[in-house]
């Protein structure tokens, strides 16, 4: 089993307030990754990391923005919370080099009202 | 058109039937694939790792054809535990370790 954690688990939050997603893993991965998916579709990239002060967009456009200080934390971040930002948002980890599989933490259900 | 395709199912079988799954990806330089299963309104697990020889875990076996860019798994004597989405991955390595996921295929399991 991985160790990857996030935490809220669940939140639900006014339109306009700012909102940070936690996301942490105790393995050393040096590779983190934030997707966002919607009841019924597929995983969608909106941020990675590469390892501590990397950071990219990924292939989902999102308004939000993330963070990579330390190895073990990317924390995610919504200025300002809307209703259409309402998902699941599932963090996730991958090792060294050659090591390709990822491991997801258990996500956090976001709901902006 | 999609960078991994699966038939989306719903696939209900009988317990103990054998199923398979399939599913196709475009580009020709990914490096690596994988089955993840998916529980309703849970996390992607990883179910196994596909190599061009084949691998099989227990009641599982993934094949992998590059030529056709294609690939399955197959779920023998399937147990009502196995009910859940499988997910198709395929992953392009490098620095960053991009995985592009299928949207999955339901599976439910009938007693």
């Known amino acids: 089993e991985a160790d990857i954690y996030q935490t809220p688990r669940y939140l639900v939050i006014g339109t306009g307030k700012k909102i940070t997603l936690e996301c942490s893993q105790t393995?050393?991965?040096?590779?983190m990754y934030w997707y966002q998916q919607d009841p019924g579709m597929e995983l969608h990239l909106i941020h990675y990391s590469y390892g501590v002060n990397s950071t990219e967009k990924g292939d989902l456009s999102s308004e939000s923005t993330v963070s990579r200080i330390r190895t073990e934390h990317f924390p995610l971040t919504l200025e300002s919370a809307r209703p259409s930002h309402t998902s699941q948002y599932l963090c996730?980890?991958?090792?060294?080099?050659?090591?390709?599989?990822?491991?997801f933490g258990p996500g956090t259900r976001l709901t902006v009202t | 058109r999609k960078e991994v395709e699966q038939d989306p199912g719903p696939f209900n079988v009988p317990e103990g039937a054998t199923v398979a799954f399939n599913c196709t990806y475009s580009?020709?330089?990914?490096?690596?694939f994988f089955w993840y299963r998916q529980d309703c309104r849970k996390e992607p697990k990883l179910l196994m790792s596909v190599y061009s020889s084949g691998n099989e875990d227990g009641r599982f076996t993934a094949q992998l054809n590059r030529a056709s860019q294609y690939i399955s798994l197959l779920i023998r004597d399937s147990k009502l535990s196995d009910s859940a989405t499988y997910l198709c991955v395929v992953g392009y390595g490098g620095a960053t370790n991009k995985l592009i996921f299928g949207t999955g295929t339901l599976l439910a399991v009938q007693p």
């Open positions: 580009n020709s330089a990914s490096q690596s």
């Open positions: 996730a980890s991958s090792g060294w080099t050659g090591a390709y599989e990822q491991y």
């Open positions: 393995m050393g991965h040096d590779k």
